[in-house]
């Protein structure tokens, strides 16, 4: 065996018939590496590692350990010790690629050594040439195959999602027409949580979670590994025997890529996972994250730590697994959870080094967790997610503070605001956020809170808001007054210039109702606001409900074929908008001239949300197409009309006409 200092990759390498490891623990007295030949083998061959003057570890061992696991067993001082539950356990690397781990709690992981080969053919990134030309679904991979309704064949989710003999998966982005979309976490996390209402033998004691489940994913363990309860080597105990989690991943990317979808991943690089074995949150703390002036975690967001991203050896980690997803998983992108807890340094960063490797690299930033930041994201020329056009077109509480579908004002909201969000939150103008359109990414639903349909079905009768649903499948059905809401809501959302964005099943209204299971949970049968811990058919796309609602999911195929065509409707200039005036603040009409974007249409939206008033308006000179009304969206000229015409009230009109057209 040979030491060497002179690496500085952390990680594991396999070169020359020699396997050299690499790992980053300063304050450690001693660390030994253990090797396996079996992921159930209970004692390893343990090496001692070098300690070199940056505070790195190594180890070279003159043999090709491919197909052996591997980790770490650290020895501290014991001030630093004290604070770790899991004292002289072995811990699986903070660089692993791929590890093994039993489905519980504590993961028990193992790294995993391994040689990639996978095929990518001719596979190339789906980087959008505007960000804004992008549709983006936000989705759990599982929630649009899980449900039986979806026909999804496979084994292993990642296997399921690219069946294209189905109503789920691919097949359903397809058949909506989405160019995007953005997983919820796929690295490595735990998605098991300690037992409910049992204290641990660590001392973990989970009063909160009757699911003992972490379904969404947002608590990372291992930033560059895939998560591997989705591939199809998972057994009832243990998952990632196998590489199957890799592989899967990354046919999962290249189908999507086969068919012009662009893929984001969110990560969640704001915090580390709290129970299980994580050598950031247990071995490495005071590396990895945040302590106050106390000694004290810091936990401004509520997830029980802060990730330390000003630390050069912590952000080196952030950075290596975003170039890991890049060049290694074919990604074309990520969304940051809670980004304004990481330092803006780290935010200047990883856009340099992402853009050096592309600049179609999308962006896209969560901007709260440590305050409130769409603007200072914008300022370092990142994209985030707009809530103030979710709050001033739906409201921001179904009780006491609906938006402007529900003919209200939000307590933020007043007409100059709502006329600047269609021009993209620009800053200058009312409650403007962004230096251009490009950052702002308009959504009206996402994971977190209640549906859009949901919101829309407390909206008009409060009272269900605390009711048990008795029949969920008839509740999923809109009525007229649900639909014609929701109808508005998409139409005002398709209308803003940006990035748009949808969560999945808002396109068919679906209702997150908390399905019985046998968990302790009183709320069973009430509408869900934070499913992150069902993986059942709460989250679930039931494809039943499309067929019940297809009149809406037929109105978000149109309007997404129509933003796809229509570059006007993304990313015009703030002066080719032009706003119409009346004594009447809930009547909006406006022009997008499309010259700036070389698109060869003007568009003409009006949007009516008075409750119950129908509105006069006459069209500017000329005859316009209409492509979406109350009733339907098309890309084809529905009608074609000039002069005065009666907009009903709750609903809204979209009309192009050719440029050149003057009469």
């Not at 020895?75 to 539950?85: C, D, S, V």
């Not at 070389?598 to 069209?619: E, H, K, Q």
């Amino acid at each position: 065996m040979e030491v060497s200092d002179t690496i500085q990759t952390p990680g594991v390498s396999v070169q020359d018939n020699s396997t050299h490891f690499c790992f980053y623990c300063k304050d450690a007295r001693s660390v030994h590496c253990e090797i396996f030949d079996r992921y159930d083998q209970k004692n390893g061959t343990k090496k001692k590692m070098q300690i070199d003057s940056d505070g790195y570890w190594h180890l070279t061992i003159d043999e090709d350990l491919t197909g052996k696991w591997y980790g770490y067993r650290v020895e501290h001082p014991k001030e630093l010790a004290i604070t770790n539950p899991y004292k002289g356990e072995l811990f699986a690397d903070p660089y692993s690629k791929h590890v093994t781990t039993l489905n519980r709690y504590d993961q028990r992981a193992k790294s995993y050594i391994f040689n990639d080969t996978f095929d990518w053919e001719d596979d190339r990134h789906q980087f959008p040439d505007d960000p804004r030309d992008l549709v983006i679904y936000e989705t759990h991979l599982k929630d649009l195959t899980a449900h039986p309704s979806s026909g999804a064949k496979g084994d292993g989710f990642y296997n399921k999602f690219i069946d294209l003999n189905q109503k789920g998966g691919i097949a359903h982005l397809k058949k909506l027409g989405v160019n995007c979309v953005e997983f919820l976490p796929l690295q490595k996390f735990a998605p098991q949580e300690p037992p409910y209402g049992e204290e641990t033998t660590e001392g973990f004691f989970n009063s909160w979670n009757p699911y003992s489940e972490n379904y969404w994913g947002y608590m990372t363990s291992f930033f560059h590994s895939p998560e591997t309860s989705f591939a199809s080597d998972r057994e009832e105990k243990i998952s990632g025997l196998t590489t199957a989690s890799v592989t899967e991943f990354k046919q999962l990317v290249k189908e999507l890529h086969k068919h012009g979808i662009t893929v984001l991943m969110d990560v969640v690089y704001n915090h580390t996972s709290l129970f299980d074995l994580n050598p950031c949150t247990h071995l490495c703390s005071h590396t990895y994250l945040r302590y106050n002036e106390k000694g004290q975690l810091m936990n401004r967001s509520g997830t029980g730590n802060e990730y330390k991203s000003e630390a050069p050896i912590a952000r080196d980690l952030i950075i290596s697994s975003l170039k890991h997803w890049v060049e290694e998983y074919h990604v074309d992108g990520f969304r940051f959870d809670l980004a304004a807890l990481l330092d803006q340094k780290s935010w200047n960063v990883i856009r340099t080094e992402m853009h050096d490797i592309n600049p179609g690299i999308v962006l896209i930033a969560e901007p709260w967790g440590g305050y409130y930041s769409p603007s200072a994201f914008s300022e370092h020329n990142w994209s985030s997610w707009n809530d103030r056009i979710r709050n001033s077109i739906k409201g921001s509480d179904p009780q006491h503070d609906r938006g402007f579908i529900f003919s209200e004002w939000q307590h933020e909201t007043g007409r100059g605001r709502l006329e600047n969000l269609f021009r993209g939150t620009l800053k200058g103008a009312d409650g403007g956020l962004y230096e251009t359109s490009l950052h702002s990414v308009n959504y009206l639903e996402s994971h977190d809170g209640y549906t859009l349909a949901d919101f829309i079905r407390i909206g008009l009768q409060p009272e269900l808001q605390d009711q048990k649903i008795e029949n969920p499948v008839d509740f999923n059905k809109l009525d007229e007054q649900q639909m014609e809401h929701a109808k508005l809501a998409a139409l005002s959302l398709f209308c803003a210039q940006g990035i748009t964005m949808i969560h999945a099943g808002q396109e068919f209204g679906r209702s997150k109702i908390i399905a019985v299971s046998d968990a302790d949970d009183p709320d069973i049968g009430k509408m869900d606001h934070n499913s992150y811990q069902k993986d059942n058919e709460t989250n679930w796309l039931n494809f039943d409900v499309l067929a019940q609602n297809r009149e809406l999911f037929d109105y978000y195929k149109g309007l997404i074929k129509i933003r796809k065509e229509a570059p006007s409707l993304r990313k015009s200039e703030p002066n080719d908008i032009c706003f119409d005036h009346y004594n009447n603040p809930l009547l909006l009409t406006f022009r997008v001239s499309g010259k700036s974007t070389g698109d060869m249409f003007d568009y003409y939206i009006i949007l009516n949300g008075n409750w119950s008033d129908p509105a006069d308006v006459t069209l500017p000179p000329g005859s316009w197409e209409l492509l979406a009304n109350k009733q339907m969206a098309s890309s084809q000229a529905i009608d074609i009309l000039s002069g005065n015409l009666e907009v009903p009230a709750k609903g809204g009109m979209l009309f192009r006409k050719l440029r050149h057209q003057n009469h």
